[in-house]
């Protein structure tokens, strides 16, 4: 079974500091994978992906994954967070046929 | 590139009414998916299409629900009767079929159901 687990469901860091949103999955296949971003009252944004190749992935507005196939893991970082990154953090998996799998979200909280 | 359109953006009806939402996905993607979003259950796939084709259903709750796409260019969700418990934000995206390809989603539409 596939599956996406998101560790910790509110993170708060410190305008400035690093900010790290874990995702791991479980998957049979190689799968391919995504963050979003979901601003309050909007959808979701994709903020970068991975499919093959490079697995440290760079995204819009500063973000970067990496894909860590012996930990089955992709992290989510930006080295300063900023006031406008506060937002909900939603890690995915896709596979064949299109089916794609959420994890359950991090809210991200930015103190100034 | 105007994006997923969706319709209306809010929509506040009395338990019993029909509700019809309405999606309009980006010109040339030939995947559509139904979201809903709510605290409890976080985001849920309820349904998705693969050139106007319903691939997988099983997330649509019960029969009270249902999903159409007519052609490549629109798709309905409709809810009848609605019930409070129906009260979400309800999510369109769309797509290409391959595995690589990210989902694209519009605004939601916010229902509310007294």
């Known amino acids: 079974a596939q599956s996406v687990t998101q560790l910790g469901s509110h993170v708060s860091v410190s305008e400035g500091a690093l900010v790290l949103l874990r995702c791991n999955y479980s998957?049979?296949?190689?799968?391919?994978l995504f963050w979003y971003v979901q601003y309050p009252n909007q959808g979701l944004q994709l903020l970068l992906k991975y499919t093959t190749g490079a697995t440290l992935v760079k995204g819009i507005n500063g973000f970067e994954a990496e894909f860590k196939k012996s930990e089955t893991s992709f992290h989510l970082t930006k080295p300063s967070a900023h006031m406008s990154d506060a937002a909900e953090y939603f890690c995915a998996v896709s596979l064949a046929g299109n089916q794609f799998y959420f994890g359950t979200g991090t809210s991200l909280t930015v103190i100034p | 590139d105007a994006g997923v359109i969706q319709s209306p953006r809010h929509e506040v009806t009395e338990m019993g009414q029909e509700v019809t939402l309405r999606c309009k996905p980006i010109s040339g993607h030939n995947s559509l998916f139904w979201y809903r979003q709510t605290m409890m259950r976080g985001l849920e796939l309820l349904i998705y299409?693969?050139?106007?084709?319903?691939?997988?259903d099983s997330g649509m709750p019960e029969d009270r629900f249902s999903a159409k796409m007519p052609n490549a260019s629109f798709s309905t969700l409709k809810i009848q009767p609605s019930e409070p418990r129906d009260s979400a934000v309800y999510f369109c995206?769309?797509?290409?079929?391959?595995?690589?390809?990210?989902?694209?989603f519009g605004n939601g539409t916010r229902l509310t159901v007294t």
């Open positions: 998957s049979s296949v190689p799968p391919y």
């Open positions: 299409f693969n050139n106007n084709v319903p691939i997988d």
């Open positions: 995206a769309s797509s290409l079929v391959t595995s690589n390809s990210p989902l694209h």
